[in-house]
């Protein structure tokens, strides 16, 4: 298991009874997890005590319940500042799991720059959401394409890199389907040397039509994998869809790559997760697949 264990301002506090306790620079939150079906007693005293509690409905959705925190608030990462949004859907704005991602594709990144100084690495970002990925690859040095279908992730996302001083990097904001941007960018010829997929479970298409991940997971990723350059960087893809393994999305990101291309590089899978402080274990957070070249 892959952890994010860097945080200052993010804690996982503790887990029990289907939720997680949390706490995201100066704010408690008490938010659902679906991977929690253990119960024990709540003994932190913080789940008494919580600025924000979100609870879902019986009907379906739900909402916070409880909500004394402020709009929106920044916390930091490394050099990194994001600022969070408590969403309708239980969301922040923000999936510190992530990080230990971001840290993996930023050091490689790194590497190309400085064995190839002269040339900025290209990187896609696609379902690139709030810019969490992206603020990481440019401030490792590369040009980012951003794209999400949601011009609101967007203009997060250009907020969280301002807030980062990374406001006058080369970065492109693109908001468009991922499925098709990816199928125009295939015709005009561009390639890139690092790709990140983060795909939703469930979406919508272009003309309204509900798509499960697992249905359409193999041709996102075989056509993203046809933008790559000859020699790339890296491919990530994650996952939250419990009917996708890491070894399932390994397998098919392999399959996709071009017979030169997967064996000049290297495949990795595993779970992401997040320590839970009063506990010491890993709580899953999600999945992912990375391939790599060094």
């Not at 939250?240 to 064996?263: D, I, N, Q, V």
Request: positive net charge.
């Amino acid at each position: 298991m892959w952890t994010s264990d860097k945080w200052i301002d993010y804690e996982l506090l503790d887990a029990e009874g289907g939720e997680r306790l949390e706490r995201w620079g100066d704010y408690i939150l008490i938010r659902p997890d679906p991977q929690i079906i253990w119960t024990g007693e709540r003994k932190n005293p913080l789940w008494r005590k919580a600025h924000g509690v979100y609870r879902r409905s019986k009907s379906g959705g739900g909402k916070w319940v409880v909500n004394k925190m402020p709009d929106n608030w920044n916390i930091n990462y490394g050099k990194l500042t994001f600022k969070l949004r408590p969403m309708g859907f239980k969301h922040t704005g923000l999936f510190p799991e992530q990080a230990v991602n971001w840290d993996w594709f930023s050091a490689l990144i790194r590497e190309r720059v400085e064995k190839e100084p002269d040339k900025k690495p290209k990187v896609l970002n696609l379902f690139a959401y709030t810019g969490g990925a992206t603020a990481a690859a440019a401030a490792a040095g590369a040009a980012v394409c951003h794209v999400d279908a949601s011009k609101g992730m967007v203009g997060a996302a250009k907020e969280n890199l301002a807030l980062s001083g990374l406001g006058d990097a080369p970065v492109r904001y693109i908001v468009d389907d991922c499925k098709k941007f990816v199928e125009r960018e295939i015709r005009r010829g561009n390639k890139y040397d690092g790709i990140i997929m983060d795909p939703p479970s469930y979406g919508r298409g272009p003309g309204g039509e509900v798509w499960k991940l697992e249905d359409c997971a193999f041709e996102l990723i075989s056509l993203a994998a046809s933008l790559l350059t000859e020699k790339p960087i890296f491919f990530l893809i994650n996952s939250y869809t419990t009917g996708l393994s890491p070894a399932t999305m390994g397998y098919m990101l392999m399959k996709s790559l071009p017979e030169a291309t997967a064996k000049m590089g290297q495949l990795e899978t595993g779970e992401l997760g997040l320590r839970v402080k009063d506990s010491g274990l890993p709580l899953p957070a999600g999945a992912s697949a990375r391939f790599f070249i060094k």
